[in-house]
DNA sequence: TAGTGGTCTAGACCACAAA
DNA sequence: TTGTGGTCTAGACCACTAG
């Protein structure tokens, strides 16, 4: 393994088997050292590799079963993590001056589609917000929310006047479930009025349907402008 | 906290703390009780009690500071798994038939946004391969792969022709980073012939450049059929 | 049924950051 | 300075499952 020095705590170890397969030397479907004897290798307690080896399990790199030992994942998915920000600060830490618009606010009844995804009768009142953000005052994105009334209660006007709509519900309507879709749309000519783009160019569509406990808080359609695009790594 | 049984193992404790702040009871930005007091109150020690807490602040639940206690987080950034398939797979998990074919292998000279990425010199020699990814006999992705021959040693035309690269790259070129771009782009004449749909149909690109230890292995672009969607959730 | 990982204890010392 | 979480130990028992 290490050549020189044997590490001993949980995240020096974690290290060292991460490279043992990296490097290739332990193989996918290879199976690796018991506990007890990787504890006596690198002088300390099982509890203390059973650490490193666990977290390396939760990673996705190793394969645990209890009798069966620990063996080098077969099939290394890995997960991007694609996180869902707070508008504002997500064009705060891109470095730009963050701004907001109100477009509309009331009540209306739900269109039938997105009833349907939140699985409320047709026509049920549900809560319409439509708000745009800027980044030094050029458009980014057009949020389109459609709101359950009885999961934000509290929310009105004088909130969704004054500042951004997803930090009172991230503060007041937390969401424990949600479902995310992203596509590619053609814009449609209202939406590219705001963002001072030709229409039909294409733009992204981030789609997120959230619950609480198994009841629907609401539906969110947040509509970028075109050539923006998403980033993330491993 | 929970009205009857008083849990005492990580899970179920790590269940109770969640309830208190999903529902509310401990708000965004509260200190919560030490580790010592909820082990009393749980009836366990602190180190049962410290590995809930540790999950809950990995989650992002909570933040954890030495002498500054635990606190709620303050913005419950929750971050969505995006994973990176196997495309046959995908194709096979979705229901469908998967199949494959090869549009073109061999070696040719990196085009400069291609070399940039990947950090060679412009015209430096790539293994460039373009395949068809089909469902049930229907064109669904098209992936556009530019690999440094040195990370690929031992790839060559009797595996790309039997079955799809990103299988043998899995097994044989690991990679330990990567950054990943999703984009709306406007589908060119080429591809949209592969896909049977109209050309200019908005469709999404996922961009992905892969290194293993800081050493680039390549760059694929995967473009998807109009209409298709990444899914995801939390 | 036996062997492996999963969990818990009771204690100790340490590292860090707040007061 | 001092209180908090972070880590480690040495041991024990349990839960799951492969053989």
């Known amino acids: 393994m290490s050549k020189d020095t044997i590490p001993s705590d949980w995240k020096a170890i974690r290290r060292d088997v991460l490279e043992q397969i990296q490097s290739g030397?332990?193989?996918p479907g290879d199976k690796i050292p018991r506990e007890i004897e990787l504890a006596a290798y690198y002088g300390c307690t099982r509890?203390?590799?059973g650490r490193a080896l666990r977290d390396l399990a939760?990673?996705?790199f190793l394969e645990r079963r209890r009798k069966g030992g620990t063996v080098v994942a077969a099939n290394p998915t890995r997960k991007a993590p694609l996180d869902v920000p707070i508008l504002r600060d997500a064009i705060r830490s891109a470095g730009a001056e963050p701004g907001y618009r109100l477009l509309r606010a009331g009540p209306e009844r739900a269109p039938p589609e997105?009833?349907?995804a939140l699985g409320l009768a047709v026509g049920a009142e549900v809560l319409h917000v439509q708000a745009l953000?800027?980044?030094?005052?050029?458009?980014?994105?057009i949020e389109d929310r459609w709101l359950v009334?009885?999961?934000?209660?509290g929310l009105g006007p004088d909130h969704w006047s004054t500042q951004p709509v997803d930090e009172w519900l991230l503060r007041n309507a937390p969401l424990t479930r949600a479902k995310i879709e992203i596509e590619a749309i053609a814009l449609p000519a209202e939406l590219a009025g705001h963002f001072d783009q030709?229409?039909?160019?294409?733009?992204?569509l981030?789609?997120?349907?959230s619950w609480r406990q198994s009841k629907p808080i609401g539906l969110l359609r947040l509509y970028h402008a075109a050539g923006q695009r998403l980033k993330t790594g491993i």
């Open 114 to 116: 997105i009833a349907t």
């Open 25 to 27: 030397k332990w193989k």
């Open 58 to 60: 939760t990673a996705g």
């Open 206 to 209: 981030v789609t997120r349907v």
């Open 198 to 204: 030709p229409e039909q160019s294409p733009s992204l």
């Open 149 to 153: 009334p009885a999961m934000v209660r």
């Open 47 to 49: 509890s203390t590799v």
């Open 133 to 141: 953000y800027l980044a030094d005052g050029v458009a980014h994105q």
